[in-house]
């Protein structure tokens, strides 16, 4: 199998090359993103690894499969930014479903912590030794409410950490589990009684700007949002208003709804021309933070390991149900997928 792997990272690389060797899978690196303009660079491969920020719309998909591509494999969870009904019967689709739950749910906690206890502000006091603690006021997570809106294995694992710190837990679910031992409410419970709300929710139709003005309306005063699934759960201009007339208290942000052209490239030499990003970050109760609660060492290795699986169960025939993105065809009653084979 040959692959075209877009948007490649240093810390990519050494993963992959060890899984794909193992594999005997040849992979070609390419730092430039997947998108109309660069569908074609991927002519002859039998695979294109994508990541969150490529595009693999209609248009692309309809290149790619063109040029001979019958495989498009994420190395993410989410798959928002591939149009899977264009890819059914043509391309499959494979995704990363838990590379590693405890490293967004961790870094979703060290977002709340940084942000409640302005950790950013005090660090960059401190190292031009102003060791005043004036403005650096915080409030005890023991005793809050917070609510959970997303219950996958990352929202699970966030909700216990929040119950390892004596917070009360609501959660909401489309479809909630039985299994979890958590508080199941509706959203307008959520918003209203929550002093912390985390978003763990897949991006769909559904669920974009499930954030928004009405939703702000309905929220505690002072309530503190986090971000660590897909940046369009929120209407930023809604959180910007929300932090404005101070019913938002503190907005933690590993992702964004504009991130695509600025998540994972140094801009520290250009004039970012993104308005409401610059404005976020020059509130003092924002942090951002690049799309990184993903980067730990285990997950880097997992999903490695697991998308190089996905390649080498594809090349050789053999269905991977647990991997495989649903395309939501009509055969409802005759599920190949629920049967152990390929979707199509």
Avoid at 1 to 12: E, I, L, Q
Avoid at 201 to 223: F, R, S, W, Y
Avoid at 242 to 252: L, N, Q
């Amino acid at each position: 199998m040959k692959v075209a792997f877009f948007d490649t990272k240093p810390y990519d690389v050494p993963g992959f090359t060890k899984y794909a060797q193992d594999a005997g899978i040849e992979i070609k690196f390419l730092e430039t993103k997947l998108n109309e303009d660069t569908a074609s660079l991927a002519n002859g491969f039998d695979c294109v690894c994508i990541f969150v920020n490529d595009v693999a719309n209609a248009a692309v998909v309809e290149k790619l499969y063109a040029g001979g591509v019958r495989m498009i494999a994420l190395r993410c969870a989410g798959f928002n930014n591939v149009d899977t009904r264009a890819c059914f019967g043509k391309i499959h689709v494979f995704r990363v479903p838990a590379y590693s739950p405890y490293a967004v749910a961790e870094h979703a906690m060290a977002l709340l912590l940084g942000v409640n206890r302005h950790i950013h502000k005090a660090y960059l006091r401190t190292r031009e030794f102003n060791f005043s603690l004036n403005g650096l006021t915080g409030f005890d997570l023991y005793g809050k409410t917070v609510g959970v809106i997303g219950t996958g294995k990352i929202g699970r694992i966030f909700a216990d950490i929040c119950k390892g710190f004596g917070m009360k837990v609501l959660a909401y679910d489309k479809f909630p589990n039985p299994a979890s031992g958590l508080e199941y409410v509706e959203l307008p419970e959520i918003f209203a009684k929550s002093d912390v709300i985390s978003l763990h929710c897949p991006l769909t139709e559904e669920t974009h700007h499930l954030i928004n003005d009405e939703a702000v309306e309905q929220m505690k005063k002072g309530v503190v949002i986090i971000n660590t699934s897909r940046g369009a759960l929120i209407d930023t201009d809604a959180l910007i208003n929300g932090i404005k007339v101070e019913i938002i208290g503190g907005a933690c942000l590993d992702v964004y709804e504009e991130e695509a052209d600025l998540f994972y490239e140094d801009m520290s030499g250009h004039i970012v021309q993104d308005d409401k990003l610059v404005r976020l970050m020059a509130m003092p109760n924002v942090i951002v933070t690049s799309h990184q609660a993903f980067l730990t060492q285990e997950a880097l290795d997992n999903i490695a390991n697991t998308t190089v699986s996905n390649m080498r169960k594809f090349a050789s025939g053999e269905p991977s149900p647990e991997t495989e993105v649903c395309y939501h065809c009509s055969r409802k009653d005759d599920c190949r997928k629920e049967r152990h084979q390929k979707c199509f």
